[in-house]
């Protein structure tokens, strides 16, 4: 993917590789895994392995992994068993995760649970916005609403009622509808997945469910 997409599997790094090397062949040789390794569609089989995750899960060794080897692991696993088989969709998604959660970039765009939580703030936002700007900014638009939405349920819930804020399903449909236009939109720079961007529309609310079982089950994120 371009440098402007978020994703994970161009960011492992040599620690991700030692771990799958202690889970797939802690006796054998590193050269034939290394080999593996350099090819994306062998490293693609190699991550699907159930293994893999309950590794991931139950090994201390798993403390060494990088954030984007973590997330996509994760994401992909909760996502084929949801029936969602497109591994550059896990990987947009965990790297929109890795964008958002594993570090604090102070931009209220990307930060969570921090930043803009409201669908009126990107609302406002997308009103004046026009041509490549707000491609951008409904992509973010989704994003946000897609974490927010999967991760954080809890947190939604809580606010509507103590305040009557609109519920999940009301953020879930804003994420579809703002992955819908980022993918309609022809001022999107050419290397944009936009079709990609369709297919998580569709299958937002299927890959949301996903994500809460994933969140309450393998993460914990706090309050």
Same mark, same amino acid.
């Given at each position: 993917? @371009?440098?402007?997409?978020?994703?994970?599997?161009?960011?492992?790094?040599?620690?991700?590789?030692?771990?799958?090397?202690?889970?797939?062949?802690?006796?054998?040789? *590193?050269?034939?895994?290394?080999?593996?390794?350099? %090819?994306?569609?062998?490293?693609? !089989?190699?991550?699907?392995?159930?293994?893999?995750?309950?590794?991931?899960?139950?090994?201390?060794?798993?403390? @060494?992994?990088?954030?984007?080897?973590?997330?996509?692991?994760?994401?992909?696993?909760?996502?084929?068993?949801?029936?969602?088989? %497109?591994?550059? =969709?896990?990987?947009?998604?965990?790297?929109? =995760?890795?964008? &958002?959660?594993?570090?604090?970039?102070? %931009?209220?765009?990307?930060?969570?649970?921090?930043?803009?939580?409201?669908?009126? %703030?990107?609302?406002?936002?997308?009103? @004046?916005?026009?041509?490549? =700007? *707000?491609?951008?900014? +409904?992509?973010?638009?989704?994003?946000? #609403?897609?974490?927010?939405?999967?991760?954080?349920?809890? #947190?939604?819930?809580? &606010?509507?009622?103590?305040?009557?804020?609109?519920?999940?399903?009301?953020? !879930?449909? #804003?994420? *579809?509808?703002?992955?819908?236009?980022?993918?309609?939109?022809?001022?999107?720079? +050419?290397?944009?997945?936009?079709?990609?961007?369709?297919?998580?529309?569709?299958?937002?609310?299927?890959? *949301?469910?996903?994500?809460?079982? =994933?969140?309450? !089950?393998?993460?914990?994120?706090?309050?």
């Amino acid at each position: 993917m @371009s440098s402007w997409i978020p994703s994970c599997r161009d960011r492992f790094t040599l620690s991700d590789f030692s771990f799958l090397t202690a889970v797939l062949s802690p006796h054998g040789e *590193r050269c034939h895994l290394w080999t593996l390794w350099e %090819d994306p569609e062998a490293l693609r !089989e190699m991550l699907d392995l159930k293994d893999v995750l309950r590794a991931l899960i139950d090994s201390t060794a798993a403390l @060494s992994v990088s954030p984007a080897f973590y997330f996509y692991v994760l994401v992909r696993h909760s996502f084929l068993d949801a029936g969602i088989d %497109d591994p550059g =969709m896990s990987d947009y998604v965990a790297g929109v =995760m890795v964008q &958002r959660l594993a570090s604090d970039t102070g %931009d209220p765009l990307r930060s969570l649970p921090a930043g803009l939580t409201h669908a009126a %703030d990107f609302v406002a936002i997308l009103e @004046s916005a026009q041509g490549r =700007m *707000r491609f951008h900014l +409904q992509l973010e638009a989704g994003n946000q #609403f897609l974490v927010l939405t999967g991760l954080f349920p809890g #947190f939604i819930n809580r &606010r509507c009622q103590r305040r009557g804020a609109p519920g999940v399903g009301f953020y !879930e449909d #804003f994420a *579809r509808r703002a992955y819908r236009d980022a993918a309609d939109n022809r001022s999107a720079p +050419q290397d944009a997945p936009r079709r990609m961007f369709g297919e998580l529309s569709e299958a937002l609310p299927l890959a *949301r469910l996903s994500l809460n079982k =994933m969140a309450e !089950e393998f993460v914990f994120l706090g309050d």
